[in-house]
């Protein structure tokens, strides 16, 4: 079984803003789905106007991600038998969130 990390950024989502409620119901039935199905490990909406960057010598620089940057906007980590396999919940949740979606596999853990 690998790890997936299916991905859009804030850029993908294009549908008028009345259609939110109907994105978000179509989004949650498809994560129960992957739930019942026992493929979620994880995932959710991220906040990308309001982050942290934190150096490598432990400093602190909060700000706003400028308007032209994208930003990651939802995820969703599943585990599945086969790449084949995450590119089809990929399409669901695509076609869940009306936009575009990244699938990447995740690194394994070395001490797994």
């Given amino acids: ?14 549908f008028p803003e009345e259609d939110l409620p109907d994105v978000a119901a179509a989004s949650h039935a498809v994560v129960h789905q992957a739930k019942e ?3 979620w490990v994880t995932g ?10 934190v150096g490598q010598d ?3 620089t909060p700000g706003t991600t400028p308007p032209d940057e994208r930003y990651l906007s ?10 084949d ?9 695509a076609a869940s ?6 699938v990447r596999p995740l690194q394994n853990d ?3």
């Fill in 97 to 102: 969130c009306r936009c575009a979606m990244e």
């Fill in 44 to 53: 959710g909406g991220v906040d990308g106007r309001d982050l942290s960057v």
């Fill in 58 to 60: 432990g400093s602190v």
């Fill in 74 to 83: 939802g995820f969703a980590i599943l585990e599945v038998a086969s790449h």
């Fill in 110 to 112: 070395p001490d797994a």
């Fill in 1 to 14: 079984m690998t790890r997936y990390l299916i991905s859009f950024d804030d850029a993908a989502m294009t």
């Fill in 37 to 39: 199905a026992g493929v």
């Fill in 85 to 93: 396999e995450a590119l089809e919940w990929a399409a669901r949740i």
